[in-house]
């Protein structure tokens, strides 16, 4: 004779233990915040135009907008590259700037992962 078909056993999931670590003013817990990175000039630039080039032609598709964004950008004198260069180191270290300050509050523990989710 056949033998039934086993019956699903319904997983039942425990709590997971709520560790006391620091919170933000709505309680939320507090994230550790991602390091930045340099920001490319191109991205600076493609920020600034995509739009006007979008105001232009509404229906510009992502591929085309892109390929548009690289002609110009390639098409640029190197004194305007050069512009965008600059503009984006000065994006990157603000951003870092703000970050080194959100990472100085932040408490020990929270820095410690940071630095061992950065080695990993």
């Given at each position: 004779s056949a033998t039934p078909p086993p019956v699903p056993v319904p997983k039942v999931s425990t709590p997971t233990p709520v560790i006391a670590s620091p919170t933000t003013?709505?309680?939320?817990?507090?994230?550790?915040?991602?390091r930045p990175g340099a920001m490319p000039p191109f991205a600076l630039f493609s920020q600034e135009m995509r739009s006007k080039l979008q105001a232009e032609d509404p229906d510009i598709g992502?591929?085309?907008?892109?390929?548009?964004?690289?002609?110009?950008?390639?098409?640029?004198?190197?004194?305007?590259k050069e512009d965008y260069?600059?503009?984006?180191?000065?994006?990157?270290?603000?951003?870092?700037?703000?970050w080194k300050e959100t990472m100085s509050t932040m408490p020990a523990h929270k820095q410690l992962e940071m630095e061992r989710q950065k080695r990993a």
């Open positions: 003013l709505n309680n939320q817990p507090m994230k550790v915040p991602k992502f591929g085309d907008l892109g390929r548009k964004l690289g002609e110009m950008w390639h098409a640029l004198k190197e004194e305007e260069r600059r503009r984006a180191r000065e994006v990157a270290d603000a951003k870092m700037k703000s």
